[in-house]
């Protein structure tokens, strides 16, 4: 079984339940970065591909 040592969420997630902690060994939780996300940038490589 793979499970990863640390399950990183956005800083949004701040006293929420994270699905998944239960399979990692730490949670952390990042502040956000301007004109950047994961969204963004899966429709940038999708548009590489494609």
């Known amino acids: ?3 990863p ?4 969420k956005g800083g949004d997630y701040e006293g929420k339940e994270v699905i998944g ?3 990692a060994s ?3 939780l990042v ?3 301007d ?3 994961t969204t963004k940038t899966i429709e940038k490589i999708k548009g590489q591909i494609c």
Not at 5 to 8: C, K
């Open 21 to 23: 902690t239960e399979f």
């Open 1 to 3: 079984m793979i499970a």
């Open 31 to 33: 502040d956000f970065v």
């Open 35 to 37: 004109g950047k996300s």
């Open 5 to 8: 040592d640390t399950l990183v």
């Open 26 to 28: 730490e949670l952390k």
